[in-house]
């Protein structure tokens, strides 16, 4: 007789492994790299408007320390004409007739001149270090301010649009790679004018010399630029795993979920999962270096080679007496200047194009996300707000079959408490997005006294509202501004201390170290943690602090203690003929408060009344009183 496998021994003999992270891949218009197609003449036509890009930036944070950078650039280039001009005379001296005495002393006024305008050119490279470190910190906290900016500030419905989190993340690295800009462009020019300085003397000596040091170099810069670009499409390609991998990397060491994380079991599969991905993200790293190296190897082997017939024409040119011996010694100098010049101009032109990849991804989110900011109109909304009403109103979100709202008509008016009840998915928490012009009705209208939120400023919209979320924000600020949001209302605290009060949370924040003045976050030093319900209160006295006419509480009380969450609810009664009150909640008998019940399904109100009438409707909301009770 055949025993059968118990359920444990079952799992031991074959256990599945771990899965390995999922493959994203991004299709449409924002999952092409925007470079895929350019050729070497499109990226190197570039670089003049990095440099304007670049330059403008630099003028807007810090004009003292651009006159200064580019008046150390133009002294630089003089300072190196200077030098090899001076180089040639000095060794006509040396290399000409008469003793050695003679022969140096005529040579020391030039030499004199050279060591002065080394000395200025290294004064003034100092000087344009300082500069740049001048400008650059100013500059990244200008685009990194900009791109938290323009996150905060674009229309809520943006974050579910296609590779919008992508494209974030792409800027995210251009922020970081501003700290090379001005450093990159600085390098450039500078290298730029010694090559023109070098060069100019060099042609002086004979035409043959410029173009040879040319087909020295450019190989060289051709390469450079074509290895940005592979390094840039290996960047592309990894934008999508890369910040996946940075969302989890925040969630696996966040300090609050690591009770879950160690109770669950998760550590062995979260380390698995983020090493895999890393190694997906090094495998597509590595794949690119093969590349990397025929690019390099085949550049560096013509470049070579024209490197050497420009020494063979030199040497050349001096032994058929096309040059004299003093103006071929000025010529080695000057070559090795031009060649030292050019290899740089070539490195520092393409790392600032390298650089421009990525802050061209930055510029590009900054420009999207300003198009996406709201501008929906400058009515003003009422201090006091007697009625919002909802017509016809439809929301679907981006990839969805169906409308999350779905033709509601609602009217709430001042004075009035409004519950809204439903299954999970029902569109609850999308309707007051709706309501609050958070988000805006892809059909219908949402009145404000008569106002369409679509033609209202948003922030006078805003000031008009306050919102306890669903899934709230523990900020890591002091406990007075987890209350006040960085708004007070007054100077002192009385305010405060009220709305504290209102929630019952006075002996908690008491206890704090420094009471209202204490961190609420355990990892910062000197900072205090609270318990998932006290949060819960604080983020109920927030909206009760703004005292605003429209007051909208989705799930408010999931986390408190019974005690917690009568007093929460006597508050919301004691307040209610102020303003209108909305509560999303799924304790269905705290709908008793409430002058209204709406009861949402697929996104549209099938139900609404008071509580008794519903309970004995045999509807939805009986069904689901019901269900609630025989727990």
């Known amino acids: 007789m055949q025993v059968p496998l118990t359920a444990t021994s079952a799992e031991s003999s074959e256990t599945p492994p771990p899965p390995p992270p999922a493959s994203i891949v991004y299709e449409g218009k924002f999952g092409k790299n925007p470079l895929e197609e350019a050729g070497f003449r499109t990226m190197c036509a570039r670089l003049p408007s990095v440099l304007g890009d670049t330059a403008r930036m630099a003028w807007a944070v810090d004009r003292r320390g651009v006159v200064l950078l580019l008046a150390c650039q133009v002294l630089t280039g003089i300072a190196a004409a200077v030098v090899l001009g001076f180089t040639a005379k000095a060794m006509t001296r040396i290399l000409g007739s008469g003793t050695v005495t003679e022969r140096l002393h005529t040579a020391l006024p030039a030499l004199a001149v050279v060591t002065a305008a080394a000395a200025i050119g290294r004064i003034s490279g100092t000087l344009a270090s300082y500069a740049d470190g001048r400008i650059t910190p100013r500059l990244v906290t200008e685009a990194d301010v900009a791109l938290v900016s323009a996150v905060c500030r674009v229309e809520a419905a943006a974050y579910g649009e296609d590779g919008f989190t992508d494209r974030q993340e792409a800027a995210e690295v251009g922020v970081t790679r501003t700290t090379m800009m001005v450093k990159d462009a600085q390098r450039f020019m500078a290298a730029l004018i010694r090559m023109v300085a070098a060069a100019g003397v060099i042609t002086a000596l004979h035409w043959l010399m410029l173009p040879l040091l040319l087909l020295a170099v450019l190989p060289a810069g051709a390469g450079a630029v074509l290895s940005a670009r592979v390094d840039y499409e290996t960047h592309y390609a990894n934008v999508g795993d890369r910040n996946v991998r940075g969302m989890m990397r925040w969630w696996a060491t966040y300090s609050r979920h690591g009770d879950e994380v160690r109770a669950n079991g998760m550590t062995g599969y979260l380390i698995y999962w983020y090493r895999a991905l890393s190694e997906r993200v090094d495998r597509r790293t590595l794949t690119a270096a093969p590349r990397m190296l025929r690019i390099v190897l085949a550049t560096s082997a013509v470049g070579g080679l024209f490197l050497l017939l420009t020494w063979a024409a030199l040497a050349w040119l001096a032994a058929t007496g096309r040059i004299g011996l003093p103006v071929a010694a000025t010529a080695v100098v000057g070559v090795q200047t031009a060649l030292a010049a050019l290899a740089q101009v070539v490195l520092h032109g393409a790392a600032l194009f390298h650089t421009s990849l990525y802050l061209a991804d930055m510029r590009s989110f900054l420009d999207t996300a300003a198009e996406r900011a709201p501008k929906r109109g400058k009515a003003t909304i009422p201090e006091q707000v007697e009625e919002i009403r909802l017509d016809e109103v439809v929301h679907q979100y981006p990839g969805k079959d169906e409308p999350a709202v779905d033709g509601v008509s609602l009217t709430l008016r001042r004075g009035e408490i409004l519950a809204v009840v439903g299954e999970n998915g029902s569109g609850k928490s999308t309707l007051t997005k ?39 924000a523990c900020w890591p600020l002091r406990a007075r501004e987890n209350i006040t949001l960085g708004q007070p209302r007054t100077f002192d605290d009385g305010p405060v201390w009220d709305a504290v009060d209102a929630v019952g949370m006075r002996e908690a924040i008491e206890k704090l170290p420094h009471r209202l003045d204490t961190l609420l976050a355990r990892e910062l030093f000197g900072g205090a943690e609270l318990s998932g319900g006290q949060w819960q209160r604080l983020v109920c006295a927030r909206a009760l602090y703004r005292r605003t006419p429209l007051l909208i509480l989705d799930e408010p009380t999931s986390q408190m203690d019974p005690r917690g969450e009568h007093r929460i609810f006597l508050e919301i009664k004691r307040i209610a003929a102020e303003r209108m009150t909305i509560v999303v909640t799924h304790q269905l008998e705290n709908t008793r408060l409430a002058d209204r019940i709406v009861v949402m399904r697929h996104g549209r109100i099938i139900e609404q009344g008071r509580y008794d009438d519903l309970v004995n409707a045999g509807g939805l909301f009986a069904e689901l009183v019901a269900l609630a009770k025989d727990r």
């Open 434 to 472: 709706l309501i609050t012009g958070i988000l805006l009705a892809d059909k219908g209208r949402v009145l404000w006294d008569g106002i369409d939120l679509a033609g209202a400023d948003p922030e006078s919209v805003w000031k008009r509202t306050a919102l306890v979320p669903q899934n709230f």
